[in-house]
């Protein structure tokens, strides 16, 4: 299995991409892995990550699970939205500096409509969080996001 940079699975560009690689996929799941560096768009003065982010975090290693799907196909990586997400929950206020999480989220349900829920669970040392984010990637995102012509 071949993995790519995280630069070309993601639909995110420079300081929005908060993942460092992915370090493997499959047909049901993905297995990300960063470390957290200060000096980020949502770092704290002290250079953690307030523990939210891990919703973001979770939300782009789903991005990067179909970013890995469409390239297996040859296809191009598209925009995907996150819904939201249900009982987040996290066992610290924030992510020191240094620390590296590995983010694992498996698929738990997809349609063909391009509805999806991904149960996720986010670790590093001491540090446990987890959530259940419902996404959509609409068949035509193109289509979907053109604005209606006015008359």
């Given at each position: 299995?071949?993995?790519?940079?995280?630069?070309e699975?993601?639909?995110?560009?420079?300081?929005?991409?908060l993942?460092?690689?992915?370090?493997?996929?499959?047909?049901?799941?993905?297995?990300?892995?960063?470390?957290?560096?200060?000096?980020?768009?949502?770092?704290?003065?002290?250079?953690?990550?307030?523990?939210?982010?891990?919703?973001?975090?979770?939300?782009?290693?789903?991005?990067?699970?179909?970013?890995?799907h469409?390239?297996?196909?040859?296809?191009?990586?598209?925009?995907?939205?996150?819904l939201?997400?249900?009982?987040?929950?996290?066992?610290?206020?924030?992510?020191?500096?240094?620390?590296?999480?590995?983010?694992?989220?498996?698929?738990?349900?997809?349609?063909?409509?391009g509805?999806?829920?991904?149960?996720?669970?986010?670790?590093?040392?001491d540090?446990h969080?987890?959530?259940?984010?419902?996404v959509?990637?609409?068949?035509?995102?193109?289509?979907?996001?053109?604005?209606?012509?006015?008359?």
């Open positions: 299995m071949s993995l790519w940079p995280i630069a699975l993601l639909p995110h560009a420079g300081d929005m991409i993942l460092d690689r992915v370090l493997s996929f499959g047909e049901e799941d993905v297995r990300t892995q960063l470390t957290v560096r200060p000096g980020g768009l949502f770092n704290r003065a002290d250079g953690s990550l307030p523990a939210w982010v891990g919703v973001e975090l979770m939300a782009q290693s789903i991005a990067a699970y179909a970013g890995c469409a390239r297996q196909a040859g296809e191009s990586v598209e925009l995907g939205f996150l939201g997400t249900r009982s987040f929950q996290c066992n610290v206020e924030a992510f020191p500096a240094g620390t590296e999480l590995q983010i694992h989220a498996i698929r738990s349900l997809q349609d063909d409509n509805m999806g829920v991904f149960e996720c669970h986010l670790r590093g040392p540090i969080a987890e959530a259940r984010l419902n959509f990637r609409p068949p035509q995102v193109a289509s979907y996001l053109e604005e209606p012509a006015h008359d």
